[in-house]
């Protein structure tokens, strides 16, 4: 029985940028940040309240996952906005949008009231989605 | 029924003042905070302030300032700087204070805390793929190639 999901990707156009965007802006915390040599990092960040599961920010190199003509199409999709990578959850959705709009987070969506809850779309610095969503009481 | 766009923008106006004052704690948590000064820029009551403040993030503003304190004093602590100037670097005034409010949130004193964050930076260094699930280092190709 599977019971749990503790890693999960995200492919990033650049590390080091991911690295502020999800640390600095979202204020998520960093759980590993390993050097696996020349131009290569293992980096997983989590949400403050979820310290089990880690997001790996994926840098796409040419390598073992992606070979060249590969990897230059996925940074072409991911810059694109192509991938949707999940939902994330908030105390205060309206408290939360002004916050990370005074931090400079692209928002798509403004936050609406649907008829599955309360939600706004953003992007992170590579392109990639996220919904975001209040916590229901 | 939707609200009177009075209300709306009402409500829009006091969550930007509620995050102004999340993000000055942000910005001066190592200084000496009067969170009723806060509060008075912001334009509340005292106790408005912290019940809009509280809803919005979950705990009221002194709370979020100790945590915000400690958070960083684990980023300071990771550096390998000494407790004691981790305690005053981020406002604290009190050593037996500090290290009270630290091990009441992460269950360990700030120096046992430190010991087993610098241990595995080190272990880290040296053995980057113990923290890394085997398939994605695989299929980074960062694994050793083995002869079978």
Known sequence: ???????????VLNQDSAFDFYVN?????????????????????CPP???????????????MMFKQEAAEQMRVLVSKGTFGFGVFECNDLLATYEELKAKGVEFTKEPTKEFY???ALFKDDSGNWFSLGEKKQ | MPQPAATIFLKIYLYRRVVQAKLFIDAHYHQP?????IADEAYFSKYHFIRLFKAAYGNTPHQYLMAVRINNAQLLLKTGMPVTDVCYAIGFDSISSFSALFKRITKHSPAVWQQTELKRAAEMKIAPLNFIPNCFAQQNGWTPNRNF
């Open chain 1, 1 to 11: 029985m599977i019971t749990k999901m503790n890693h999960v990707s995200i492919f």
């Open chain 1, 25 to 45: 802006k979202l204020g998520f915390n960093v759980h590993t940040d390993a050097s696996m040599g020349p131009g290569k990092r293992w980096l997983t960040v």
């Open chain 1, 49 to 63: 309240e979820q310290p089990e599961l880690e997001i790996s920010l994926m840098a796409i190199n040419e390598g």
């Open chain 1, 117 to 119: 809850g309360f939600e």
């Open chain 2, 33 to 37: 905070i009067n969170l009723a000064a």
